[in-house]
């Protein structure tokens, strides 16, 4: 079955990593993406791994993909006070019915950035 | 600049009188998408449209409808929206089909039922 699984919090001061984990259940996924989500706001895409890949960089986001435990990280290098919003890894199931691209969403989190 | 435009960005309606959201896109996509998004959680697939071929979701309640009269525009249509219908309904798009095609999202509808 389908299932992504997040933290719900995640505070850390201005200026330190972020660092936002996620597990997946869905072995057929080829791709994860992260999407930021500000209040009341529709989601933004940061950044997306392709499931051969261990590691991918943009500028100061990281993503680290362990395909063994199925487990996938966003780090945030330099956090500041901009990046505080909901943060949703989702993946990209295989086989949809009549096509698409059905993305499967975490449940987000919630990141805090202290001053 | 090529965007996914959602109107209106807050509506509100009455419990049971049908309501519209509306979507359209500037990127000349093939794929447009609607998600639901409640409180708290995360988006949810509700069904969504590869050229003019409709998809729904299995679990799709059927007060959910929708309409691509062209490529630029989609509608959801809430037939009887009930108390639990209020949510954040997110559309999107992509190019084409496949993992690889990444969605592209609007900044939602917020929808309140009174």
């Known amino acids: 079955g389908e299932d992504v699984e997040q933290s719900l919090f995640l505070s850390v001061r201005e200026g330190d990593s972020s660092v936002i984990n996620c597990t997946y259940t869905?072995?057929?996924?080829?791709?994860l993406y992260w999407y930021k989500q500000e209040p009341g706001a529709g989601l933004q895409l940061l950044t997306y791994?392709?499931?051969?890949?261990d590691m991918k960089q943009d500028q100061r986001l990281t993503v680290l993909l362990n395909k063994k435990d199925k487990h996938l990280s966003l780090r945030i290098a330099d956090t500041q006070t901009g990046d505080s919003a909901i943060y949703f890894c989702?993946?990209?199931?295989?086989?949809?019915?009549?096509?698409?691209?059905?993305?499967?969403f975490g449940t987000g989190t919630q990141l805090k950035v202290e001053l | 600049d090529a965007m996914v435009i959602q109107n209106p960005r807050y509506q509100v309606t009455q419990f049971g009188k049908p309501v519209t959201l509306s979507c359209s896109q500037t990127?000349?996509?093939?794929?447009m998408y609607w998600y639901q998004q409640k409180s708290s959680q995360a988006p949810k697939l509700l069904f969504h449209?590869?050229?003019?071929?409709?998809?729904n979701e299995a679990d799709t309640p059927d007060n959910f409808q929708s309409r691509r009269p062209n490529t630029s525009f989609c509608f959801l249509d809430i037939r009887s929206p009930g108390l639990g219908d209020a949510a954040m309904y997110l559309c999107?798009?992509?190019?084409?089909?496949?993992?690889?095609?990444?969605?592209?999202f609007g900044p939602g509808t917020r929808l309140l039922v009174l």
């Open positions: 999107a798009t992509s190019r084409d089909q496949g993992p690889q095609e990444t969605q592209y």
């Open positions: 869905d072995s057929s996924s080829t791709y």
């Open positions: 791994i392709f499931s051969n890949m």
């Open positions: 989702a993946e990209s199931i295989c086989g949809v019915t009549g096509g698409g691209n059905k993305l499967t």
């Open positions: 990127l000349n996509h093939n794929v």
């Open positions: 449209y590869y050229d003019k071929d409709f998809n």
